[in-house]
């Protein structure tokens, strides 16, 4: 999962943004709100957090350009203002919940897997594909019942492409879900980390067809079918 983090405390930032990858979540931060806003108009997010006192433009105004551009993403509202009118006025801007600061970094976690259950239809938490299964709560994954040791990178990969089961993704998607904006992603990245799943998903069960494939021209999917 892919969270765009407004916050202009660096402290505070640095300790979500930390707390949230330990998590498994991609998190990439903006320290204003322009570069929040340049940022979730530009790149797909499964969850934004916005503090409202921001620089530049403030959270109340992030969040209601967000809507006015078509951007259903889910919107955390985290702010230090506790009062009723400012909640009401977070919400008419457009933001699907509300969190004051200071706050338990559990609570935080509670919220954000609620809005991400609101934002798609909920599924169950084992991904099978054929003898592959990926249960999405403990990231356990195995195949004919051997379990299978995933970094984080690759699990994320594995994921993204059994989530869409059958459906091509593009390099450019991938890159998306799965790496910083500012990171320096090499041309070949993706390749490796496909040759990196093959290896540990395909290649040691003889006996068990390929799932994941290479469309050529096109991008990478996981399917059970010849």
């Given amino acids: 999962m892919k969270v765009l983090l407004v916050e202009d405390d660096l402290k505070i930032a640095k300790a979500i943004k ?39 433009i403030d959270g109340y105004k992030l969040c209601r350009t967000i809507r006015e551009k078509g951007i259903q993403t889910p919107i955390l509202i985290l702010t230090a ?25 559990e609570e935080l976690l509670v919220r ?23 249960n999405t709560e403990t990231y356990q994954v195995t195949r004919a019942n051997k379990k299978i040791d995933l970094t984080k990178k690759e699990y994320l990969l594995l994921e993204l492409l059994a989530k869409n089961k059958g459906r091509i993704i593009s390099k450019e998607k991938i890159i998306d879900n799965l790496w910083h904006f500012s990171d320096n992603i090499l041309p070949n990245t993706v390749e490796v980390y496909i040759k990196y799943l093959r290896d540990k998903i395909d290649k040691p069960f003889k006996n068990s067809q390929k799932l994941i494939k290479t469309v050529r021209g096109y991008g990478y999917k996981i399917d059970d079918k010849d």
Avoid: H
């Fill in 112 to 134: 954000l897997k609620a809005l991400l259950r609101r934002k798609t239809k909920p599924l169950d938490k084992i991904i099978k594909v054929a003898d592959l299964k990926i």
């Fill in 81 to 105: 203002k506790s009062d009723i009118k400012d909640k009401i006025k977070g919400f008419n801007c457009g933001a699907d919940d509300y969190l004051v600061k200071p706050f338990e970094f």
């Fill in 18 to 56: 930390l707390g949230l990858e330990q998590e498994n979540y991609i998190v990439e931060t903006a320290y204003d709100g322009q570069l929040g806003y340049d940022l979730a108009t530009d790149i797909n997010y499964d969850v934004i957090i916005i503090d409202l006192m921001l620089p530049k």
